[in-house]
């Protein structure tokens, strides 16, 4: 069984930094992507960012590319999510995620793990 435990949301002003971070346990092999998803009030949940824990490849949401990155210490069992240039729209609840490398990494079902998010809150 995977546990996930995100911390590291804030409030922050319109073009600071967050660097948000995800405490993982009970990983497994078959488990090889990990992502992080967001939500804000109304809407539906979508992807930011995902990386292959074999590989490291990572990909983005096109209104993050350039401004997230996310990184991977399988050593310390932490996922992270590092957020420069943030803008109000970034504003969420933010939630960490694993499950199999297969299809999609935008598809909410495609995670059988999930963490139980940290609020960002981006004022302009």
């Known amino acids: 069984q995977v546990q996930l435990v995100e911390s590291g949301g804030a409030s922050v002003q319109a073009g600071g930094s967050l660097r948000l971070s995800c405490g993982f346990s009970?990983?497994?092999?078959?488990?090889?992507?990990m992502g992080w998803f967001r939500q804000a009030p109304g809407k539906e949940r979508e992807g930011v960012a995902a990386i292959n824990t074999r590989t490291g490849g990572a990909a983005y949401g096109g209104s993050v590319q350039d401004r997230f990155t996310i990184s991977i210490d399988i050593a310390k069992n932490t996922l992270y999510l590092q957020m420069n240039s943030l803008k109000p729209e970034d504003t969420a609840m933010y939630y960490c995620?694993?499950?199999?490398?297969?299809?999609?990494?935008?598809?909410?079902?495609?995670?059988?793990?999930w963490g139980q998010g940290t609020q960002v809150t981006v004022s302009s």
């Open positions: 995620a694993a499950g199999p490398a297969s299809g999609s990494w935008k598809m909410v079902s495609k995670y059988n793990y």
């Open positions: 009970g990983y497994t092999i078959s488990n090889d992507r």
